[in-house]
């Protein structure tokens, strides 16, 4: 097929989404062109109203189309479990058995992407703690290595102001046979095993 200028540009702006590659783009863009031209309008108007409505809560940092989200007003800050995206902040609202705050950090420590504790929400939560009084941070950041380092970073920063600080626990999933879980999650397991 011939190049086709607008087409391409079309594939290169779904490409620039994350986890998008070029035939995932390219069958993106021929549904677009399939589209009724009133689809279209209705699909790009739901992106634009999304940018132009969407923030984030002042209080959590969060998305919201509000000053203060819906889980800010409803959850009280005794409890905060701390999350590095929104992305896992909307998973754990799903939790039924978790009722407290959330608070989004907006990434992590990682000085190979030149992110510092400053460029992340580390300050806001220190102040937050201290104005709701908050008893526990429970640090649910990714286990890896940037999560960990927050992590722990957060928990030197916290302790000292009374407050418990915990981490999610970590381990084998739910219905996994042992056979196919690798060592690394198998020696978390065992050192975060609980009495029974």
């Known amino acids: 097929m011939a ?19 070029y035939k995932t783009a390219q069958r993106y863009a021929y549904s677009i062109l399939n589209m009724t ?20 809560c002042e209080e959590c940092g969060n998305y919201s189309e509000t000053k203060i989200c819906e889980n800010c007003m409803k959850n009280s800050a005794e409890i905060i479990c701390v999350v590095a995206e929104p992305k896992d902040a909307t998973i754990l609202e799903k939790l039924r058995n978790f009722n407290g705050a959330l608070h989004v950090l907006h ?3 990682n000085p190979l992407e030149h992110k510092s504790p400053n460029d992340i929400r ?5 102040a937050r703690v201290q104005k709701h ?43 996994t046979d042992l ?6 999650t198998l020696n978390r397991a065992m050192e975060l095993r609980n009495d029974l």
Do not use: W
């Open 37 to 56: 031209d009133e689809d279209v309008k209705n699909f790009s108007s739901a992106m634009l109203n999304a940018k132009d409505k969407v923030k984030f």
């Open 133 to 175: 009084h908050t008893k526990e941070v429970i640090m649910a950041t990714n286990p890896d290595v940037t999560g960990d380092t927050t992590a722990y970073y957060i928990a030197e920063l916290l302790k000292p102001l009374g407050v418990k600080v915990t981490r999610i626990a970590q381990g084998v999933s739910m219905g």
């Open 3 to 21: 190049n086709i200028d607008s087409l391409e540009k079309l594939i290169s702006a779904f490409r620039s989404l994350p986890g998008v590659g």
């Open 179 to 184: 056979e196919y879980a690798d060592e690394v």
């Open 122 to 126: 580390i300050r806001e939560l220190v």
């Open 107 to 109: 990434g992590c420590i």
